[in-house]
């Protein structure tokens, strides 16, 4: 299936994203620019000391996290599609005086112009929903993996994308499974910014459910070390929830716990 038409339009409001994000309080960029780390303590505990290693970050948006990983010591390569991105990741790199390789490239495009095999692939809050082939997604990250490499991701859990959030109580408005098509979405919000009023509102995601990302990745010659479930997530997804001390969002009246997030962490095989 040629997917170019639903990347085509997922582009154009990642584009139109990128500043709305950099100035929104969720992204906090000041903080970023006087020497505080974007990344959470559930990735840096979980993907530890990445002092010295190479680290390729897909779908890296505006460089933040990336750049993060650097101040920590290792040698990092991000790649997202969005050009806008991808400017501003440089220039923060430049100003910041924090060395990164960034590159503009769809993630399925990125042999065509990156043959680096790296100790590190990361990926993180908000990536697999916009891939629509997961096989592909998983074959990539092994290419890119020196043998005994690491990748981790941490991501919304796919449980968490069955919830239609405009209905309440808790309910389901969703497929678990994939079933090829894109879901179709028209929000005027952003997730960093609701009151933002974007040009850009159509976007098209694709659900993947959790025997499909790991069964993927088992596929491509990685062995789990673990998968992780956490009962809140990294963002609003429903109005019942509400942001917790550590900048995470947990259910407040629905009273059964439910899996919002997960992360994995896999090592290429020697
Ligand atoms: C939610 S962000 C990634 C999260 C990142 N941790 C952050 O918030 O800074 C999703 C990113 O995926 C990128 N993206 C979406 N589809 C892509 C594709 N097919 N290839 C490369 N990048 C893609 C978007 O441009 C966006 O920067």
């Known amino acids: 299936m040629n ?9 154009k409001r990642w584009n139109e994203l990128v500043d709305i994000n950099a100035k929104s309080q969720m992204y ?16 840096l505990e979980e993907l530890g000391d990445v002092k010295g290693k190479s680290l390729l970050h897909l779908q890296c948006h505006f460089g933040m996290d990336t750049l993060s990983w650097a101040r920590l010591g290792a040698r990092v390569t991000g790649v997202d599609f969005s050009d806008k991105a991808i400017s501003f990741a440089r220039e923060l790199s430049y100003k910041l005086k924090i060395p990164g390789n960034f590159i503009e490239s769809n993630i399925y495009d ?49 449980f968490g994308f069955i919830i239609d959030e405009k209905q309440e109580p808790f309910k389901v408005g969703f497929n678990y499974f994939f079933e090829g098509e894109p879901v179709y979405f028209d929000e005027g919000g952003a997730y960093a910014d609701p009151m933002a009023d974007l040009k850009n509102q159509a976007s098209y995601q694709w659900d993947h459910p959790m025997s499909d990302i790991i069964n993927s990745l088992i596929n491509a ?33 629905f009273k059964f716990t439910v899996p919002m997030m997960f992360s994995i962490r896999a090592q290429k095989k020697i």
């Not at 906090?28 to 990735?43: C, N, V, Y």
């Open 3 to 11: 997917n170019d038409k639903f990347f085509d339009i997922n582009l």
């Open 28 to 43: 906090d960029l000041e903080g970023f620019i006087s020497g505080q780390t974007s990344l959470l303590p559930i990735e």
């Open 110 to 158: 990125i042999q065509n112009v990156l043959d680096e095999k790296f100790d590190i692939v990361f990926t993180s809050y908000g990536t697999i929903c916009w891939l629509p082939d997961i096989v592909e997604w998983a074959k990539l990250i092994s290419y890119h993996l020196k043998p005994g490499g690491i990748f981790y991701i941490i991501d919304g859990h796919p």
């Open 221 to 253: 010659d990685l062995e789990i070390e673990f998968l992780h479930e956490f009962p809140y997530t990294f963002f609003s997804i429903h109005p019942d929830m509400k942001e917790r001390k550590d900048g995470y969002w947990e259910f407040t009246n």
